[in-house]
């Protein structure tokens, strides 16, 4: 028994919905719930888990869309970067075309840590895809949820609405590179890799 993380990949851009759950409690925390928020909250449940909080790594339209549902299905609350509460609330900077928002019940801060479940996520600021994405470390378990921030090969794209190239690879040299070389990253999209792989492979660092 112990810590387990598992991935959904939903919604129309392929986005990696994770949920982490203490196998002793069923205490499930689940980041970036990008369609489908009451699905989520069936799929867990008929594991026999409880959807302990949802957790947002930054405002675009396919990391949100289904945080709403998700919410009013579960009874969790909503925690994102306070950074991103603009973005959050405006469907011309997180993209969505239905006039999507999300208003969380908590905003969240670099260096904050959140106890949630039985577990304590570190939120990690990293602007650069966006001007308020984070990341969440769970260093117990040296697993890090990089929303689109870092990919297994490459980094977030800059070119939507609060981006910035440069500011996005001093986020990942100064805040990531920074972690041990075993933590397993676990991005918004595509596979997992590790800090140690990135720090050797990656071309964008």
Known sequence: MGIRIRSMVMGPVATNVYYIYDEDTNEAVVFD???KGQWICEHLTGKGMHVNAILITHGHFDHISGANELRAASGAKIYAPL????????????????????????YVENGQELMLGGMSFRVIETPGHTSGGCCYYLESEKILISGDTLFA??????????????????????????????VT?????????????????????
């Open 83 to 106: 950074p991103e509460k603009e973005m959050l609330n405006d469907p011309s900077l997180n993209l969505s075309d239905t006039g999507y928002t999300v208003t969380a019940d908590v």
């Open 185 to 205: 990253v676990y991005p918004g999209h595509g596979g997992s890799t590790t800090i140690g792989e990135e720090r050797k492979y990656n071309p964008f660092l």
């Open 153 to 182: 090969g490459s980094i977030g794209r800059t070119d939507l609405p609060t981006g910035s190239a440069g500011t996005l690879i001093s986020s990942v040299r100064e805040q990531l590179m920074q972690l041990p070389d075993d």
């Open 33 to 35: 719930p990008a369609v």
